[in-house]
C-alpha cells in the first residue's frame, strides 16, 4: 500500500461530474475518481473544515464508531473494478469494513487518518504528471508549474471513466 494525500474535488466539464483527485505522497502518480455530488460536497466540506450544525451522514458515521469505544486506523482503496472504485475501513483491531472510495474518503477527513493504496490501483487508474520541463530536465517551477498543473486539467476534461476500463 502507498500513502495517497486527497488533492480536492473538482467538476469536469461539460458533464458536471464531480471527482475527487488523489496523489501519491511521495511519487507523481494522480488517481482521478468519479464520485456523486452528495460525496462530493461531504469530501469538500472536510477539507475547508466547515462543521455543519448538525453531523452529515459521514460525521454520524465517525461518532458512532467513536461511542463504540473504536477507531478506524486507515483506508485503504484497494481495487478498481469497471472504473468503480472499492475501498476498506481498518479499525483498530485490524478488523475492516467494505467502503465506497468517496465515503471512505470522506471519512479519512473527518477522523483524520491516512489513506493508503494499493499498488495496482495505482498502476491502473494513475496518471503521471510530468515533473520536467521537456526542453531543458529542469524541475518545474513558477510558470513552468502552471503550464504543467493546465495541462492535466486539460487532460482530466476530456478523459472519462471508461478510459480507464481494461
Known amino acids: 500500500m502507498i500513502e495517497v494525500e486527497i488533492v480536492g474535488v473538482r467538476l ?83 478488523s475492516t469494513v467494505s467502503a465506497r472510495a468517496s465515503d471512505a474518503i470522506a471519512i479519512a477527513l473527518r477522523i483524520p487518518c491516512p489513506v493508503m493504496c494499493a499498488e495496482t490501483v495505482l498502476d491502473e487508474a494513475g496518471v503521471e504528471i510530468a515533473e520536467t520541463d521537456e526542453d531543458d530536465d529542469q524541475p518545474v517551477s513558477g ?14 476534461d476530456d478523459v472519462e471513466p471508461e478510459d480507464f476500463e481494461s
Open 12 to 94: 469536469e466539464l461539460p458533464s458536471n461530474q464531480p471527482l475527487v483527485l488523489l496523489k501519491e505522497t511521495r511519487g507523481e502518480r494522480h488517481v482521478p475518481i468519479w464520485i456523486g455530488t452528495p460525496e462530493a460536497s461531504a469530501i469538500a466540506l472536510a477539507q475547508q473544515g466547515i462543521v455543519p450544525a448538525r453531523p452529515m451522514t459521514h460525521d454520524l458515521l465517525c461518532d458512532v464508531v467513536e461511542a463504540l469505544g473504536r477507531s478506524i486506523k486507515t483506508v485503504h482503496l484497494t481495487s478498481v473494478e469497471d472504473s468503480v472504485f472499492f475501498a476498506q475501513l481498518v479499525f483498530d483491531d485490524d
Open 143 to 156: 510558470e513552468n508549474a502552471e503550464k504543467e498543473m493546465r495541462k492535466f486539467r486539460e487532460f482530466l
